[in-house]
């Protein structure tokens, strides 16, 4: 299956929290960095996930914001740093290519936004990413 999703990420998952309706999934990216995605109790249970399973973290490129520098006092636990590799940008909208440990994502962000970032090649940001935009998928 091919998917339009730019930022499919490998990784292992270590821990599996469930809730009453929702589990919180800790992933080490094969980079070394940890993800948490946010994912019903169906989907773990119809994906099997327990400590070690193998999986993809996908994120959807219009949901990776980008900051400057770290972000504290946030409730967005998915905080990556890289370095920008790449932007395009049109009238209204910007592609920023990002290398991170192990792979690259891509954010989708306004230009206006990229301007006001300064984004050129080689600028350090760190990807945000909410842990209820974290989908996965298993092989």
């Given at each position: 299956?091919?998917?339009?999703?730019?930022?499919?990420?490998?990784?292992?998952?270590?821990?599996?929290?469930?809730?009453?309706?929702?589990?919180?999934?800790?992933?080490?990216?094969?980079?070394?960095?940890?993800?948490?995605?946010?994912?019903?109790?169906?989907?773990?249970?119809?994906?099997?996930?327990?400590?070690?399973?193998?999986?993809?973290?996908?994120?959807?490129?219009?949901?990776v914001s980008l900051a400057?520098?770290?972000?504290?006092?946030?409730?967005?636990?998915?905080?990556?740093?890289?370095?920008?590799?790449?932007?395009?940008?049109?009238?209204?909208?910007?592609?920023?290519?990002?290398?991170?440990?192990?792979?690259?994502?891509?954010?989708?962000?306004?230009?206006?936004?990229a301007t006001d970032l300064?984004?050129?090649?080689?600028?350090?940001?760190?990807?945000?990413?909410?842990?209820?935009?974290?989908?996965?998928?298993?092989?």
């Amino acid at each position: 299956m091919t998917l339009s999703i730019r930022n499919q990420l490998p990784g292992t998952v270590t821990t599996v929290t469930q809730g009453e309706a929702m589990a919180t999934v800790k992933i080490r990216l094969d980079g070394g960095q940890d993800l948490t995605a946010a994912i019903t109790l169906d989907a773990v249970e119809d994906l099997g996930l327990t400590q070690g399973s193998s999986v993809h973290a996908l994120v959807k490129s219009t949901e990776v914001s980008l900051a400057a520098a770290p972000v504290r006092g946030l409730s967005i636990r998915n905080q990556l740093p890289g370095t920008v590799t790449a932007v395009a940008t049109g009238a209204a909208m910007a592609t920023v290519k990002i290398a991170v440990e192990g792979g690259e994502l891509t954010s989708a962000i306004t230009a206006d936004a990229a301007t006001d970032l300064a984004l050129a090649v080689g600028t350090p940001v760190v990807a945000l990413v909410k842990s209820t935009e974290v989908s996965l998928a298993t092989a």
